[in-house]
């Protein structure tokens, strides 16, 4: 597949956490689809979608019949996928000292206009 500037890199805003677990699903869904296509991804985590980003957070969400959100977790990070944690969502929600999953960085607006210079498809969960 042959990626154009504009569809190159696919950002996946998330602002839902366990509260509802399956926006959470398909954005993770969706990222990792993005990886296997070959595509960079990022999520955007911001609202209670910063809740996600702690260590364990996606483990403890159970959709029965679904994906394992740890396994697909997972297989975003290793294969490249970034997690952009919102910083005022961060602390807003009391969570600075959080100990954070892997591929997680507490990073704002600035990091999310770098990821999508020169365009990026947008999805939002």
Do not use: Q
Request: charged content about 20%; proline content about 4%.
């Amino acid at each position: 597949m042959t990626n154009n500037t504009s569809d190159a890199r696919v950002l996946i805003g998330l602002s839902h956490g366990a509260e509802e677990p399956e926006n959470v699903l398909i954005a993770y869904l969706m990222g990792v689809e993005a990886l296997r296509a070959g595509k960079e991804a990022a999520l955007w985590l911001t609202k209670n979608g910063v809740e996600t980003a702690v260590d364990g957070a996606v483990a403890e969400m159970d959709l029965p019949g679904a994906p394992s959100l740890a396994a697909l977790h997972a297989e975003f990070v290793e294969t490249g996928g970034r997690l952009l944690a919102c910083p005022v969502c961060v602390k807003l929600r009391s969570l600075t000292d959080a100990t954070w999953a892997a591929g997680v960085e507490v990073a704002g607006a600035p990091a999310v206009y770098d990821f999508t210079a020169g365009g990026a498809l947008v999805f939002n969960y």
